[in-house]
Every structure is written in C-alpha cells, then in structure tokens.
C-alpha cells in the first residue's frame, strides 16, 4: 500500500505529526517532518517539532543539531529553548540545561513545565534554594498549583498540618494529582509515618509508571531508613520494566554502589553508556567502580573520557586530578580552565575544578598556587553546606552528660547470641582509618565492610521526632531495659549482614563519626571491638581541608571549624576512655608507618586474633575498597604523607593557635 503523500500546509503537517508521536508512532512522525523539511526547509515549527520528536525518540544528537538551528531561525521561539533543556537534562548536562530552561522561562513567563524543567536541572547542580523557587514558580502556575504552592511552603516552613489540609483538598477534587500525592508522601515522611509515606509514592507508581520522581523519592525513602536493598530491588523492578530510561538505570547504579554491589553496579552503569555513549554521571560511576576494584587504569580512563566528553562537568577533573600519580596534560589543564572561566562562580562544578587545580599544582610541587584553589573551593563550598558547630557540641554535651558510668555498665553481662563481633574503627576522616581496616580485613577471620550508616540510622529512627514530649536520643536511652538495648543491637546486626558475605567472625565498620556514639555501641552491642584512629593533628585537619568529600563531612570546609572540630573529637574521646576504661585502642597513624608489625600486633591483640602474616602484606588484599585512600591502601606502607601540612606551614597559624588552646594537643615536627 503507497503511503499517502504530505499534508501540503506546514500547519497539517504539524498536526499530523503530533498525532503520530502521540499515538506512540514515533518513526513515522520524524519521517513526515522530514518530508515537510524537503519543502519548507526554514519553517521553524517544523523544525522545532521535529527536533522535539527526535528528542522523545532518544535520538540527542539529531535532537539537538534541530533544536538549535529552530533557536537560531527564531531566537525568541521558547519552546526549542525548553526542549533542549529537556535534552541537556537527559544526557547528564545539568548546568547545560539551566541555561536553556532560564531562556525558556523568560521568553514564556507563564507556562510551567519550563520551570518545572529548570527546578529540576537547578537540583541536579546542586542549587537547591534556586530549585524551591523555580518549583515554587511551576506549582502557582499549575493548575491547581497556587494551593500547591501554598502548601509547599508552608511544609518548607515547618507547618506540616497546614499543608496537610491543603494537599487533602487538592486530592478530594483531583485524586490522580501526582504532585499532591508527592508532596503528601513529602510531609508523611517528615512526620516519619514511613508506611504512609510509602503508599503514597507506590500509589503514583501505579497511577503514573513513567513518573521517575516518584520513584527517586521511594528510593530516597528507604535509603534514609536505611532500606539499601529494598530501594535497589525497587529500581531493579522499574528499570527491568523500562530498559531505554537513563535516569532509572542510573539511580539504580548509585543505589547498587551504596549498597557494595559495585560489579552490578558497574554493569548498569555500563547500561546507561549503551543508551547514552558520553553521559557523564555513568562515566563518573564507571571510573568509581574500577577505582573501588583496583583497576586504576581502567579508572582514569574513565574520568579522561568524561572530561573530553564533558569537560564542563567539575566532578570529572577532580577525580582524575585526585588519583595518586596522575597529572594533568597541557591541554587537559587548558580545557579545565576555559570551562572554569564560562561557568557559574561557586557552582558544584567550579568547586570541583578548584579542588582539581589545587592537586595539579601540587603534583608540580607549587604549593602556593595550590592553596590559593583550595581556599577559593573551601569558601565556596563552605558557604553551600549546612554545618553548625555550636549544635554540634550541644549534641556532645548530652551524650556526655547521658552515657556515663553507671548506664554504661549495664552492659557489663549482657551479649548478642552471635558468634559475630563487629569492629568499630573511628576517628576522623583521612586520619588513617582505611589503613587500618584493610590491615584487619587481610586477616582471615575479618571481613571489611567500610562505612556503614546503620549506627545514625538507629539514633534517628529508633527515637522519632514525633513523641509528644519531646525525648529523644541520647536521652530516650535512660528509657530503655538492656533486652531493649540488646535488640537495638540486634537490628544493627541484621541490617550490616548485607554487606557481610564470607561468614568470618570479625567485620569493620569504620564510619568515620560513629566516634560520637560510642557509649551508645557498647548498650547494644556489648561485644563490640573500639578502634581509635589518630593522625598529628595539623595533618589530619590539613587532609580534610584538601579533600573534597562525596558527601556529609561539612565540617571539613572552614580550617577554623576544622580545627574546633578535633578539639570536640578529643573531648569525646577523654569521655569514653574515661567511662569505658581499656576498651578502646587508640593507634596513631604515624605509629604504624614506623612500626608496621608492632602495630598490627596491637590491633590483632586487641581483637583478641592470632597473628597473621597476610596483615602486614595489607596492599595485596584484592578486596574491594570504597573510600579516598582505595589507592593508598594498596601500596605497601610510606612515609610521604607523614608531616604533609608543611607544605603548607605559612598558612596555618590560626589553626595552630585553635589546637593549641588544648593543653594535651602536641604538634609533632616543629
């Protein structure tokens, strides 16, 4: 049968098309585009919408070659300039994308899924308070969406029953409104009604399958809760479903990573590459996966191929720059730096490339160059993060004050019936804790298992927000009988038994801030074994200074709140030494890059374990590693690290003078 020929009006081609793309006839509608394009190759309608077509068809490259030639036909056209954010969204181009949404947005003020666009592009750049006024600005123009609007922000505000009854009225006249329903499961979750909060967000499921925020907030959900596996067994499910979605694929990857299932991990980052070659969050998540396995060639590789595909994106040059050993090329640094000059001051993307810059000019030895970046990422980075040192010390001074000898000694002669013990090594980050736990894990009655966040979880889920009068943890634990304690414990077992799989005795979790709740481990898990890592104090603040963390660490961005940060470290430490006298071990970095074997000695003696030779052959273990030292901690042990921080003595004076107002505080080498 002959194909009917092309409607002659630029408008019945139009119409025809739309019709075709939205009765899922993909093919045909970029086909009569085309043929419409043969006779009218500058109608900018059909040019748009057939870059439109080609975006939703999956195929970017064409989309957008179309999508700019309509923006360059008719500059003040919004709906190409709002397609192409689309476009930069769904290939991993969020700054990208805020540009084109922000065109969209001020040449069409008054339609709404611009802005919805933009707020979500705003989010995935990591300019959350832009993003609430961008999705505030979407909401009032919603239908339905001022009483939205309202709603949010009075949840924003900390009103959750008032945007309760609001969300309430909004479903009884539109029931399958899935941002009511979202933001419903937002302030259900706040009120930690879990089960509520859960229903809802699989109810949109089920009324909008394709509705991804949907099942990003779930995933969210669970992993606060510390469901890892159920969320990645939800987006297992919704990705097996729709295998051509990108942003299913790849918050399945994040997930799996979370969880250490780094191989899957790996494949479905790999999954994202074959519907999207040049995505740069998957090459970013391949080149972590390798890292964590010890494949650093294969590593670097990947971050090199982000950064030739995507050298805007920041993330990519500092992972590549903070591999040991590796340098920067001249053209490398000069693309760095164009990039650096066209984006946004104190963006996501320019913090990273200051931390990047800042490693260069240390591989080249120009420490003072190198301070001036790590100042200027510092500052910036600073000024995104929520930290609040004076809250901090309030929530120390009532662990203090709660945890002290007599509660402590309930568990004296209490015991999980398990033959397992957990190993819990602290301190603070970059002071040699992964050192240590690879050193434990070579062992073979010990299992590695790294950070773990069940022991936040378990203070913050165990002892909700919602009790009428106001207790909470630390305080609740005077409420509870050692059985309570003791299934508490039980609870942390079960939920680390995902990342337990070799059924040794012995596992690690060496959660960094787990140091501040010490007092609370020893109540629910008697058994458990204390490890505190330290490190000479200006190299441990100067390491943390110098990293630029995933996530969490918000006290590493200031020097001054660094510095007050270690004192509160010690002073937590003295408490716990105090009420749980010889239970903790401390082992200083510095130690055992002097006294390997004396030191894995102590370690092993400590955990009550035979000495094993494979302990001082640590960097031979093949055993995943996820944290910034994976590389380090497969060397074997050097000194180069030692003293570090007098590379950069001159600007160090106001931290020495905070860690010195600690009597007991000892600054080795000067």
């Not at 750049?125 to 999705?135: I, K, L, P």
């Not at 070799?502 to 690690?508: C, K, M, S």
């Not at 950069?648 to 505080?665: E, F, N, T």
Request: proline share 4%; aromatic share 8%.
């Amino acid at each position: 049968m002959m194909a009917a020929p092309p409607p002659k009006s630029a408008k019945a081609v139009l119409e025809s098309a739309l019709a075709l793309a939205g009765a899922g006839r993909i093919d045909e509608a970029i086909t009569l585009c085309r043929q419409g394009l043969e006779e009218r190759p500058d109608d900018v309608n059909l040019v748009a919408v057939g870059g439109a077509i080609l975006l939703k068809k999956g195929e970017y490259e064409a989309a957008r070659e179309q999508l700019i030639r309509a923006i360059k036909l008719e500059p003040r056209f919004a709906k190409p300039h709002e397609d192409l954010g689309a476009l930069y969204l769904a290939t991993g181009h969020p700054e990208l994308a805020v540009g084109s949404f922000e065109a969209a947005t001020a040449l069409a003020p008054h339609q709404a899924p611009a802005f919805f666009g933009l707020a979500t592009a705003l989010e995935r750049s990591g300019r959350h308070r832009e993003a609430e006024v961008a999705r505030s600005r979407f909401l009032e123009l919603s239908p339905g969406g001022r009483k939205l609007a309202e709603a949010a922000r009075l949840r924003l505000a900390g009103e959750l029953g008032c945007a309760e009854r609001i969300c309430g009225e909004i479903l009884t006249k539109a029931p399958r409104d899935v941002h009511a329903l979202r933001l419903l499961a937002g302030i259900s979750s706040d009120r930690q009604r879990d089960t509520a909060a859960e229903g809802l967000l699989r109810r949109i499921i089920s009324l909008r399958p394709d509705f991804v925020p949907a099942y990003t907030d779930l995933t969210h959900l669970f992993v606060e809760r510390s469901r890892f596996h159920e969320a990645a067994e939800l987006l297992e499910k919704a990705a097996a479903t729709r295998s051509d979605d990108v942003g299913l694929h790849l918050a399945l990857a994040d997930t799996l990573s979370i969880v250490g299932r780094s191989a899957a991990a790996l494949s479905a980052y790999e999954k994202v590459l074959a519907l999207q070659p040049e995505h740069p969050q998957a090459l970013l998540g391949c080149g972590h996966m390798f890292r964590i396995h010890g494949g650093r060639e294969e590593a670097i590789a990947a971050y090199r191929r982000c950064t030739a595909a995507s050298p805007e994106t920041g993330d990519c040059w500092w992972y590549l720059a903070s591999m040991p050993g590796v340098t920067l090329t001249p053209q490398e640094r000069t693309s760095m730096r164009r990039k650096l000059e066209k984006i946004a001051n104190g963006s996501d993307s320019w913090i990273s490339m200051q931390f990047a810059l800042a490693r260069d000019c240390e591989s080249k030895e120009d420490y003072e160059s190198a301070w001036r970046h790590y100042e200027a990422g510092n500052c910036a980075k600073r000024r995104k993060v929520s930290y609040d040192p004076v809250e901090l010390e309030v929530q120390h001074d009532a662990r203090i004050r709660i945890f002290d000898e007599q509660l402590i000694a309930r568990a004296a002669n209490a015991s999980h019936d398990r033959t397992m013990r957990p190993i819990f090594v602290t301190g603070l980050p970059r002071s040699g804790s992964t050192l240590v736990e690879q050193i434990l894990a070579s062992h073979s009655d010990v299992e590695g298992c790294g950070e773990l966040s069940y022991i936040t979880a378990l203070t913050k889920t165990m002892f909700g927000s919602d009790r009428a009068d106001h207790v909470r943890y630390p305080e609740a634990m005077c409420e509870l009988s050692p059985e309570d304690c003791l299934a508490l414990g039980e609870k942390y077992l079960q939920w680390s038994g995902a990342h337990r799989s070799d059924g040794t005795r012995f596992f690690t979790d060496k959660m960094p801030a787990n140091f501040g709740h010490l007092g609370f481990i020893r109540l629910i898990l008697p058994e458990a074994v204390f490890i505190d890592v330290r490190r000479e104090p200006l190299d441990a603040c100067v390491a943390n200074y110098r990293q630029l963390f995933a996530r969490g660490k918000n006290q590493s961005y200031d020097l001054a709140e660094l510095g007050e940060y270690y004192l509160e470290y010690l002073r937590v430490m003295r408490h716990w030494n105090k009420v749980m006298p010889g239970r903790i071990l401390t082992v200083c970095y510095e130690d055992v890059v002097a006294d390997l074997e004396g030191q894995v000695r102590r370690l092993l003696a400590h955990c009550g374990l035979p000495f094993e030779e494979s302990c001082l052959r640590f960097h031979e273990s093949a055993r995943p590693v996820n944290s910034a030292s994976a590389e380090q901690v497969r060397q074997p042990i050097y000194e180069s690290a030692v003293r570090y921080w007098k590379n950069y003595a001159s600007k160090l004076g106001d931290l020495r003078s905070i860690l010195a107002s600690d009597a007991q505080v000892r600054i080795a080498g000067e």
